[in-house]
């Protein structure tokens, strides 16, 4: 269940972050009125995000033995018409393989699920809120959102959550090694149950898998209760600019095509 649980998550995060991405630039157009502008805008409300996506893949690289050469926290449009919010460069040499490169282009995303989950732990007590929810009080549960809201600076811990959820998940470049590695992997996970089956070994290889996915699903719930608060202002706020300007932004390339890579 920790698998689907996250699984689900994950899809149901994509697709908001989609819809944030294209509607937080759309703001950010309606807000300066040039598009250039608006890019600019647009960057720095997501840079802590990016800031820990790219620095995430360039430790990754070093750490697994791969030489990196430039990393830009800038944006800048690519060819085909899409943003790209940072790049770290890295070399492939005949060394490189794909677990390797999937690993680098994974690091975000553990990246920013740790984070998530530390501010969530040590910041909001979410397990206390978890709590509350499972005790069904009403009373309880009000205690502990109250308590919630109150903690120091929630904006700002708020915000750190949106910046980071929404520019952790991989980009199509960390994509690039991904079947391959599953492949290998699908291959491996056989050859352990295979010859596991019937010992202890494959239950304690279980469990830490199924705590993995667990806390993934956790940061990804999070991510998406924040982002649900956060829609629920950029929508308004979009709306409200239009009718100031007298504009609207029209949506005419997929949402989320820009990125971090």
């Known amino acids: 269940m920790p698998f689907l649980w996250a699984a689900v998550s994950l899809i149901i995060l994509?697709?908001?972050?989609?819809?944030?991405?294209?509607?937080?630039?759309?703001?950010?157009?309606?807000?300066?009125?040039?598009?250039?502008?608006?890019?600019?805008?647009?960057?720095?409300?997501?840079?802590?995000?990016?800031?820990?996506?790219?620095?995430?893949?360039?430790?990754?690289?070093?750490?697994?033995?791969?030489?990196?050469?430039?990393?830009?926290?800038?944006?800048?449009?690519?060819?085909?018409?899409?943003?790209?919010?940072?790049?770290?460069?890295?070399?492939?040499?005949?060394?490189?393989?794909?677990?390797?490169?999937?690993?680098?282009?994974?690091?975000?995303?553990?990246?920013?699920?740790?984070?998530?989950?530390?501010?969530?732990?040590?910041?909001?007590?979410?397990t206390d809120l978890a709590a509350a929810i499972v005790s069904a009080d009403v009373n309880v549960l009000a205690d502990a959102v109250t308590q919630l809201l109150a903690t120091p600076n929630v904006l700002v811990w708020i915000y750190l959550i949106f910046a980071v959820s929404n520019a952790m998940l991989p980009s199509r470049s960390d994509r690039h090694a991904w079947p391959a590695f599953f492949v290998i992997m699908f291959i491996f996970t056989l050859a352990v149950a295979f010859l596991a089956r019937g010992t202890t070994l494959f239950d304690n290889l279980a469990r830490p898998v199924a705590v993995l996915f667990g806390y993934l699903g956790t940061a990804f719930s999070i991510a998406i209760a924040i982002d649900l608060i956060c829609m629920g202002v950029i929508a308004p706020l979009e709306w409200l600019l239009g009718r100031l300007r007298g504009a609207s932004v029209v949506y005419g390339r997929p949402p989320g095509e820009e990125t971090a890579a």
């Open 14 to 126: 994509l697709f908001m972050q989609r819809w944030i991405h294209a509607h937080l630039h759309g703001v950010s157009l309606l807000l300066v009125g040039r598009p250039e502008a608006a890019i600019i805008v647009y960057a720095v409300v997501l840079f802590p995000g990016v800031l820990l996506h790219e620095v995430s893949h360039w430790l990754t690289a070093n750490l697994l033995g791969v030489r990196t050469g430039g990393m830009s926290l800038l944006p800048r449009r690519n060819p085909d018409g899409t943003l790209q919010l940072g790049y770290v460069e890295y070399y492939k040499t005949r060394a490189f393989d794909p677990i390797r490169e999937s690993l680098i282009g994974a690091a975000p995303l553990l990246a920013g699920t740790a984070v998530i989950l530390l501010i969530a732990r040590h910041v909001f007590g979410v």
